[in-house]
């Protein structure tokens, strides 16, 4: 058996919901993602293999918490604010 633990972003953490496995790991793709540039939804569920619900559900938690804001409407541009736990750099 393997003792690797699986990485999870520092900001996938919610401080207001339980954090379950499923729910990290979406996050932390969600927010790898956002780290490298602003996104939309639908380019964000391509490149994470989720679907736009599920992309939705957890960007919306995310912003309550603090972690994203919504830049523009149409379409809806996604962005870190800054906010929340940073990563430890070796």
Known sequence: ???IRETVHPKAHLSRIKNVKSGLRA???ILDILEEKSADPKTIQREIG???RVV???LRLLR???TVEKR???PSVWAL???GQKRLID
């Open 56 to 58: 939705m559900h957890h």
């Open 64 to 66: 309550t918490e603090g």
């Open 81 to 83: 604010t800054g906010l």
């Open 27 to 29: 996050r932390t793709k």
């Open 1 to 3: 058996m393997s003792d």
């Open 72 to 74: 523009e409407n149409k």
């Open 50 to 52: 989720a679907t736009y």
